[in-house]
């Protein structure tokens, strides 16, 4: 017997009365799945066939139903002996089976999962009608008989005399549309919070809207979300279990699998599907760098090119992983892509083709008061109409209420429209929308969009440093700014006077990518030798060598020599942004090794610019720009510049102008004075 059922709320009753037939109990969901592990929209499927109802009496006889159904048609991995059996001594029997098909030797071949064959005869025509029979597989009803196979004298018996996919046979994108209009813009983000087996009534609204998120891709074409974030907070279940439209790969694949063969003979995965998902991204590092470089094409236009012939999918692509520190620690002493590996990480054109990150470290572990017991759509009705609206476009929306602020390019405006777009879809598919609503999807958009570019920034990349994300309210003419939530820890660069022997300074690649560093130098009883900590190597290295041998040299000059001469240096240089620049910080070490030995701290919020010659010249940096952008982002309040700098001075942002103290000098001596606010 079934328990007692929860009880209804207005909701369930207003859902049962509008959606008849297609909203089921969702705590029906879970008892079923307890024991039968198949998908959650094949069991919905069942349950909506059978159990679409708000009579009790009528829920119990339909639960005993899908009981029956999947304990005498569906095949557990284990019994797959007993299940061929019984198709030979019966002659045919139906059963639910995941199915897939291969080519082999000119004729296709089905390979039922849990059946336990490879080797099955299946009739052309469905491997036509159904693509993804090639790729990953379907679930279905599948009708089979056991018949002698003449040709292969009976070593091949099982023959598939009818395929029926686990989906809706129609689907009414007009009356669904024309239905959403009879509740309330709350009433329906509860809905389809429950449709996906969550209960909105524990959830702030600002959760709700993040799981939304994650059915972007299901009816957004072409739509690239991120999320990372903590363990068990379901981050994969939608690719996972909400739509049979979707695929959801748990290791490296190939350009083969997601793009085709070069003959054309097979469809690759983002042809055949309408989302594939990366589950578990840090597993990808073995992946061929070849598989990141034709997805950066794809995720731009959607378009890849296959042997002489260009081609176009529709498929989104969503990635998952999880975080492995607490997001406060992430985004003070790195990035929050961090997670990536670094096939992905190290290719930033293809991170800035990300329309949205979701902050998955917002979303809590899912416990017992997390799933809901009242009704939600049938996931395979939601998945249809996810699927339908993904023909239709809402990117230019926004334009009747806002227009978007300077600092978005014109790739952070398609992602923010695409975002919009795709929770216009979601939460207004009707098209009507009051400016508020509309402003609340805005706002989030911009956000989701923003974090990527923050974590650009982050990464050292100047030309994402615009990252004052805004929208103007056409009617007032207003201007918005809106923040990340996770935006504080940006100041790198203490406020506060440091120690001693410490030092911010930065240096800028030929690429314009910014290294922001920490050089600490402590001193021991010794002899003048100069000790390195771990990573410090290469141009860096020598630039310490170069600067601490014409510090030996000149050392009666700087009023330091009895120090040097019974002082041992030890130095390390601290990597902040995590970005491997190669940095020439001489002027930096050197005031460093003053600061400590003349016991002074240096100024608060001061970077420290510029190399030393063997002649102790002092090296200008490569741009200005740059270094002192990125600088004053993480907490910088004074730059110590290279004299030779100033003519690049005009190429400084305002907003750099305005927060950092440019502070020139011409030599050494002049800059450690300076440094240390003794001149």
Avoid at 270 to 289: H, N, R, S, T, Y
Wanted: charged residues 25%; hydrophobic residues 40%; neutral net charge.
């Amino acid at each position: 017997m079934l328990d007692q059922s929860p009880p209804r709320d207005a909701l369930d009753d207003k859902a049962n009365r509008i959606f008849a037939g297609k909203v089921v109990r969702k705590d029906l969901v879970r008892k079923v799945k307890v024991g039968a592990n198949v998908p959650v929209f094949v069991l919905e499927y069942l349950l909506g066939k059978y159990c679409a109802s708000s009579d009790e009496l009528a829920i119990q006889m339909g639960l005993q139903v899908v009981n029956d159904t999947l304990a005498d048609n569906y095949i557990r991995p284990d019994d797959s002996m007993r299940a061929q059996s019984r198709v030979k001594e019966q002659g045919s029997h139906t059963f639910i089976d995941k199915i897939k098909v291969r080519l082999a030797d000119s004729r296709y071949w089905a390979e039922v999962a849990n059946f336990g064959h490879k080797f099955v005869h299946i009739p052309d025509h469905y491997v036509r009608n159904f693509d993804r029979l090639l790729t990953g597989g379907i679930w279905a009803q599948i009708d089979m008989r056991f018949e002698y196979d003449e040709e292969n004298r009976g070593k091949y018996p099982f023959w598939i005399d009818k395929l029926t996919p686990i989906q809706l046979a129609t689907f009414d994108l007009d009356e669904y549309r024309r239905l959403r209009g009879e509740f309330t813009t709350d009433e329906w983000l509860n809905l389809l919070v429950r449709s996906m087996g969550y209960e909105p009534s524990v959830m702030e609204r600002r959760l709700k809207l993040l799981f939304l998120l994650r059915l972007i891709p299901f009816c957004e074409r072409n739509y690239n979300l991120i999320e990372l974030g903590s363990r068990g907070t379901g981050k994969s279940y939608a690719i996972q279990e909400l739509s049979p439209y979707a695929a959801l790969l748990t290791g490296p694949t190939t350009v083969a699998n997601l793009f085709g063969q070069q003959q054309g003979r097979y469809k690759g995965m983002v042809q055949i599907w309408d989302v594939v998902g990366f589950d578990e991204v840090a597993d990808l590092q073995k992946m061929p760098k070849e598989v990141i470089t034709m997805l950066k094409t794809y995720c731009e236009s959607g378009q890849f090119q296959r042997s002489q012939e260009a081609m176009a999918g529709y498929a989104s692509l969503a990635l998952f992983g999880n975080t492995q520190q607490p997001v406060d620690v992430m985004v003070q002493t790195g990035h929050l892509f961090a997670p990536l590996p670094d096939v992905i990480r190290d290719d930033m054109a293809f991170i800035d083709r990300l329309h949205c990150y979701l902050p998955g470290w917002e979303v809590p572990k899912m416990r017992h008061e997390h799933f809901t017991d009242h009704y939600g759509f049938v996931v395979d009705y939601l998945a249809e109409a996810l699927r339908d609206l993904g023909k239709h476009n809402f990117t230019e929306i926004i334009d009747h209420s806002f227009a978007l602020g300077a600092h978005l390019n014109a790739r952070d405006r398609k992602a923010v429209r695409r975002t919009v777009s795709g929770l216009m879809k979601l939460l207004h598919p009707h098209g009507q929308v009051s400016p508020v609503d509309l402003e609340e999807l805005l706002r989030l958009a911009l956000e989701g969009r923003r974090r990527v570019k923050e974590q650009l920034k982050k990464m050292g990349a100047f030309e994402y440093h615009q990252t004052a994300f805004s929208y103007q309210i056409n009617a007032t003419g207003e201007e918005c700014f809106v923040s990340v939530p996770e935006q504080g820890g940006r100041d790198l660069i203490s406020a506060d006077p440091l120690s001693p022997g410490t030092l911010y300074t930065a240096a800028v690649s030929s690429d314009g990518t910014v290294g922001l560093y920490r050089v600490e130098v402590s001193v021991a009883f010794g002899t003048s030798k100069l000790k390195f900590a771990g990573g410090i190597a290469g141009t860096m290295k020598e630039a310490i060598n170069r600067a601490f041998g014409y510090l030996l040299a000149n050392k009666n000059m700087f009023g330091i020599g009895r120090e040097v001469d019974t002082c041992d240096f030890h130095v390390e240089v601290i990597d902040l942004l995590g970005n491997k620049v190669e940095a020439e910080i001489g002027v930096a070490f050197c005031i460093a090794v003053y600061s400590i030995l003349r016991k002074a701290a240096p100024q608060p919020g001061l970077l420290v610019l510029g190399d030393l010659s063997i002649q102790g010249h002092v090296k200008p940096v490569r741009s200005l720009a740059e270094p002192l952008q990125v600088a004053m982002e993480n907490g910088a309040r004074r730059a110590l510049i290279p004299i030779e700098n100033k003519r690049q001075f005009l190429e400084v942002s305002p907003e750099v102008l305005e927060q950092v103290d440019p502070i020139f000098f011409g030599d050494l001596r002049q800059a450690a004075f300076k440094a240390l606010g003794l001149s």
